[in-house]
């Protein structure tokens, strides 16, 4: 029995370092999830990549607990005062907040990238404290765009706006420069650390790396959470206004015109408008019968066909009269005519609508 009592203290941790021993192993498991999750080819939505983000948030949540409750950072240290083994210990708030951004649930996602900014935020300001790296902290999602948002969208960008946005890309391109300059010199001191000939100096070094690339990852993370924000509440505000019936305004009511037909009745009733007609077709055309002055009128449509065709018959019957008697005239006429045709092509002389 005091043999297997010996064994049993000899494999498990003293009690001082119990909680150590746990928080160590959180870190480490939540961390190691994080990066099969990140590089994972199944896709983000399925339920086992959702479930192995949730499992990871409630290791790394428990790890910043037990972090707290120890006390291992203050603001009054600096970052020299520090032990190595606690240094990877800054980077929980940052996990955190990763992984908040890898859940996919559509009805949560504003809270959710809302927390993921705030540890991202918490993780910045701790790096800023400690002096571990240069750079600006983003200004609260509400402050800029709150107090001037509406006149951004409204007042086209001046030149201080084409400064900020020229600054802004100059920001992205240094802090993109800046992460594969740690991300190389990381990759070269990790192989010294995993080789087992690093001392101290040299693990210090790695995790005060690992910890300014995700200074970087979540500079670039903060920006992306802006937008994505704005863009949800503007989706939120149209969503309740759909579900709303729109405000309908009362129209004013059409002023009715009336159809008249003398001087007096315009004068008490209005036309409407300058081009209203003042009597019906029917009324012109009863009007210019009374009077006679219709193009046809007194003069039967049948009564007229049949004077032309009398006409026409008696014009063909004293032609033939004509020819028969043999008259000079029209024999004169008809040989001019003949060697007229022969001398000149059909339609010569017609100049009759030639433009």
Same mark, same amino acid.
């Given at each position: &029995?005091?043999?297997?009592?010996?064994?049993?203290?000899?494999?498990?941790?003293?009690?001082?370092?119990?909680?150590?021993?746990?928080?160590?192993?959180?870190?480490?498991?939540? =961390? /190691?999830? !994080?990066?099969?999750?990140?590089?994972?080819?199944?896709?983000?939505?399925?339920?086992?990549?959702?479930?192995?983000?949730?499992?990871?948030?409630? &290791?790394?949540?428990?790890?910043? =607990? @037990?972090?707290?409750?120890?006390?291992? !950072?203050?603001?009054?240290?600096?970052?020299?005062?520090?032990?190595?083994? +606690?240094?990877?210990?800054?980077?929980?708030?940052?996990?955190?907040?990763?992984?908040?951004?890898?859940?996919?649930?559509?009805?949560?996602?504003?809270?959710?990238?809302?927390?993921?900014?705030?540890? !991202? @935020?918490?993780?910045?300001?701790?790096?800023?404290?400690?002096?571990?790296?240069?750079?600006?902290?983003?200004?609260?999602?509400?402050?800029?765009?709150?107090?001037?948002?509406?006149?951004?969208?409204?007042?086209?960008?001046?030149?201080?706006?084409?400064?900020?946005?020229?600054?802004?890309?100059?920001?992205?391109?240094?802090?993109?420069?800046?992460?594969?300059?740690?991300?190389?010199?990381?990759?070269?001191?990790?192989?010294?650390? +995993?080789?087992?000939?690093?001392?101290?100096?040299?693990?210090?070094?790695?995790?005060?790396?690992?910890?300014?690339?995700? *200074? $970087?990852?979540?500079?670039?993370? @903060?920006?992306?959470?802006?937008?994505?924000?704005?863009?949800?509440?503007?989706?939120?505000?149209?969503?309740?206004?759909?579900?709303?019936?729109?405000?309908?305004?009362?129209?004013?009511? @059409? /002023?009715? !015109?009336?159809?008249?037909?003398?001087?007096?009745?315009? =004068?008490?009733?209005?036309?409407?408008?300058?081009?209203?007609? $003042? &009597?019906?077709?029917?009324?012109?055309?009863?009007?210019?019968?009374?009077?006679?002055?219709?193009?046809?009128?007194? *003069?039967?449509?049948?009564?007229?066909?049949?004077?032309?065709?009398?006409?026409?018959?008696?014009?063909?019957?004293?032609?033939?009269?004509?020819?028969?008697?043999?008259?000079?005239?029209?024999?004169?006429?008809?040989?001019?005519?003949?060697?007229? /045709?022969?001398?000149?092509?059909?339609?010569?002389?017609?100049?009759?609508?030639?433009?």
């Amino acid at each position: &029995m005091a043999e297997s009592e010996n064994q049993n203290s000899a494999t498990e941790p003293s009690n001082s370092n119990t909680d150590l021993f746990k928080l160590s192993d959180f870190l480490e498991r939540g =961390r /190691k999830i !994080f990066e099969d999750v990140d590089s994972t080819s199944e896709p983000l939505g399925s339920t086992a990549v959702q479930a192995n983000v949730k499992r990871a948030i409630q &290791m790394l949540e428990e790890a910043s =607990r @037990m972090v707290a409750q120890l006390d291992l !950072f203050s603001r009054n240290e600096e970052l020299e005062e520090i032990s190595t083994a +606690d240094l990877k210990y800054l980077l929980l708030p940052a996990l955190l907040g990763a992984l908040h951004m890898k859940l996919t649930s559509r009805e949560t996602r504003l809270n959710t990238v809302q927390a993921a900014r705030t540890y !991202f @935020m918490d993780f910045l300001r701790r790096c800023k404290e400690y002096h571990i790296s240069h750079f600006e902290l983003p200004k609260h999602g509400d402050e800029p765009e709150e107090a001037s948002g509406s006149k951004a969208k409204s007042v086209p960008a001046g030149p201080s706006d084409l400064v900020s946005m020229a600054a802004k890309r100059q920001s992205k391109i240094e802090r993109y420069r800046q992460r594969k300059e740690l991300e190389a010199r990381l990759s070269d001191v990790q192989r010294a650390v +995993d080789s087992g000939q690093a001392d101290d100096e040299v693990t210090r070094d790695l995790y005060l790396l690992t910890v300014r690339r995700w *200074v $970087t990852i979540c500079l670039e993370e @903060m920006e992306t959470i802006d937008q994505e924000v704005e863009l949800l509440r503007n989706m939120d505000v149209l969503k309740h206004g759909h579900g709303k019936h729109p405000v309908q305004h009362a129209r004013q009511p @059409m /002023k009715p !015109f009336i159809l008249t037909k003398d001087a007096v009745q315009a =004068r008490v009733y209005g036309a409407g408008y300058p081009s209203l007609p $003042t &009597m019906t077709v029917n009324d012109w055309y009863e009007q210019h019968a009374k009077h006679g002055v219709l193009p046809d009128q007194g *003069v039967p449509r049948k009564v007229a066909a049949e004077d032309n065709t009398a006409a026409e018959e008696r014009e063909s019957e004293e032609k033939e009269r004509k020819a028969e008697n043999d008259d000079e005239e029209s024999l004169l006429k008809a040989r001019n005519w003949d060697d007229w /045709k022969d001398t000149h092509r059909r339609g010569y002389g017609n100049r009759q609508n030639m433009g």
